[in-house]
């Protein structure tokens, strides 16, 4: 039965039920609302592109099989396939830990990027993609759920509420893990601003050998 | 303002702006806070910094995702590619039958004598309906002898034919009374040489032994002696 309902303005969980019954076109716009959001979760919390690709594939794949387990009353289609990348995020991380967080190819890829663009000075650009795998690490090495608090709000951009949701949280407590995260960022950022004591000093003068 | 109002001001959503008024105005005479509030913004910073270098997402990926989802409507489910747990499962569950099926295999059995076992086994089954010689009625009702009819059939078969006129009863080797051999007794079945039960050579085997019958008592005394052939 075809639905005379335009696609576009069709809900998440009708465009989710859609596909499910085999219609492409729905799956297609479903997976354009959701899987941007869902890879840069993923990148975020992986650091990773590869992962961040792996894992969207596997939410939308989990979507399809699981997609008749989700009951709109516990939540939108987003929450769900954010549950699921959650999952997805945490076996990859419990499979592959310890994780690496720029290193490899992912290190030559940023640099060979630096490289080939031209929009900004090379030192520019150095010290930006240093700054970012600083602040990168600095966020991976948060606990857990301040890391999924930093990553739902201030990465992801989502609302106190939207990330509650997500977190299954109130958000009150969104709001004290984020205060708590960004303290505790701000303390491992700050040795990057502090100039190293003693390095001043040791010039060649000071030199012992 | 005091210092904790203007941190409370900053525990919302990260900010850029330093304030304005009364915040300017606290921050101009605060070291301390004008050092938090920096910190804030060079995080904002960052996190801006890191949300703009995210990679975009490949275009591949959604070739790659629809012809999953193509492949997932047109045929049966593929196997899935991100159940660890079934994996898992499924594997504790071979490594334990593996486990159960060489414990059973290569495990050494316990050394026992089966050939007395059989001997006793086949004895005590051959024990007589009524040993009224010694008049001992609680040996025939006895524990080890087995009732059931196919069982006592198929055991006392292969036994020496008791056609001996000297087989027909026990001969008690010692007193005997119920007070004294109460209890279950064992029955036990011996070659002895012909002359120490005091039988001719022609009623003998020919290697001049004889089958008997010792009755045993709990004790582990014989009370009495039948010879079978």
Redesign the interface.
């Known amino acids: 039965m075809a639905s005379p309902e335009p696609l576009s303005s069709r809900s998440d969980a009708q465009l989710l039920l859609s ?1 499910l019954a ?1 219609e ?1 076109s729905a ?2 716009l479903l ?1 354009e609302r959701l ?2 959001r869902i ?2 979760y993923a ?2 919390m992986t650091n990773s ?1 590869s992962s ?2 792996e894992v ?3 939410v ?3 979507l ?2 699981q997609g008749r387990n989700y009951r709109a009353e516990r939540g939108d289609v987003a929450a769900f396939a954010f549950g699921i990348a959650r999952n ?1 995020v945490r ?1 990859m991380e419990r ?1 592959e830990r310890p994780h690496q967080l720029i290193a490899g190819t992912q290190a030559r890829a940023t640099l060979s990027s630096t490289l080939t663009s031209g929009s900004e000075s090379l030192p520019g650009q150095m010290i ?2 240093e ?2 795998s ?3 690490a600095a ?1 991976a090495s948060l606990p857990d759920h301040y890391r999924q608090a ?1 990553v739902l ?3 992801c ?1 989502l609302s106190y509420a939207d990330a509650a949701t997500r977190l299954d949280c109130a958000v009150g407590t969104i ?1 004290s893990r984020l ?1 708590r995260a ?1 303290s505790l ?2 303390q491992k ?2 040795p990057l ?1 502090t100039p190293q004591r003693g390095v001043a000093a040791a010039g060649p003068e000071g030199c012992v050998i | 303002m005091t210092c904790q109002e203007l941190r409370q001001n900053f525990e919302g959503p990260l900010r850029m702006d330093a304030g304005g008024g009364v915040e300017a105005e606290h921050l101009a005479n605060c070291a301390e806070c004008a050092r938090f509030v920096e910190l804030r913004c060079e995080l904002v910073a960052g996190l801006r910094l890191v949300r703009e270098s995210a990679p975009e997402l490949p275009a591949a990926l959604e070739d790659a995702v629809l012809t999953k989802y193509r492949s997932q409507l047109a045929g049966p489910r593929p196997a899935s590619s991100f159940t660890p747990w079934r994996r898992r499962l499924a594997a504790t569950f071979a490594a334990a039958a593996l486990t159960v099926v060489a414990a059973l295999t290569f495990h050494p059995k316990p050394r026992t004598d089966t050939s007395v076992a059989r001997v006793q086994t086949a004895q005590v089954v051959s024990v007589p309906q009524r040993p009224t010689a010694i008049n001992i009625p609680k040996i025939a009702r006895s524990r080890p002898i087995s009732s059931h009819p196919a069982r006592r059939e198929r055991v006392v078969q292969p036994l020496p034919a008791g056609n001996s006129p000297a087989s027909a009863d026990f001969r008690g080797l010692m007193y005997c009374d119920p007070l004294s051999c109460g209890g279950a007794m064992q029955l036990i079945r011996v070659q002895l040489p012909s002359f120490a039960v005091a039988l001719a050579p022609s009623e003998a085997t020919s290697n001049g032994v004889v089958y008997a019958d010792v009755l045993v008592g709990s004790d582990g005394i014989a009370r009495g002696i039948r010879v079978v052939q």
């Open positions: 596909a085999g492409e799956f297609l997976y899987s941007g890879f840069r990148f975020y592109r961040a690709e969207t594939q596997e939308f794949i989990a399809l099989r997805c076996q499979r930006r993609n700054l970012v600083r602040v990168q966020v930093v709000c201030d990465l951009e709001r205060n960004h960022l701000a950022l700050e601003r």
